[in-house]
């Protein structure tokens, strides 16, 4: 198992920035993708950017040129600028590992909420 703690998120204003950051623990030796998800209310969960090792990343339309995903071992960062409301929404960490019969397994944070103010 894989546990992920989140933090980082909060109330900016339009244009402002925030840091989100995810610790991943437990069975973490085969973890290959890190990324942050993100759902606002009354929409699916979507990607925001994701990260492979060693380093190759994915970003949403939606965010490229304002985001950047690291990882550093197991701790993920994703450093959001100039942000919108749109932005608006509750922002989950996840980890991707295969298990011991190669199916690769989903494993999510409990979410942090993020709010960018008009």
């Known amino acids: 198992q894989v546990q992920l703690v989140e933090s980082g998120g909060g109330l900016v204003q339009s244009g402002g920035s925030l840091r989100l950051s995810c610790t991943a623990s437990?069975?973490?030796?085969?973890?290959?993708?890190m990324g942050w998800y993100r759902q606002a209310p009354g929409k699916q969960r979507e990607l925001v950017a994701r990260i492979d090792n060693p380093s190759t990343t994915n970003y949403a339309d939606s965010v490229k040129g304002r985001c950047t995903i690291s990882r550093d071992k197991n701790t993920v960062v994703l450093q959001m600028n100039s942000l919108k409301p749109e932005d608006t929404a509750v922002y989950y960490c996840?980890?991707?590992?295969?298990?011991?019969?190669?199916?690769?397994?989903?494993?999510w944070g409990q979410g942090t909420q993020v709010t960018v103010s008009s």
């Open positions: 437990g069975s973490t030796f085969s973890i290959y993708r």
């Open positions: 996840n980890a991707r590992r295969p298990d011991t019969s190669g199916i690769f397994r989903d494993f």
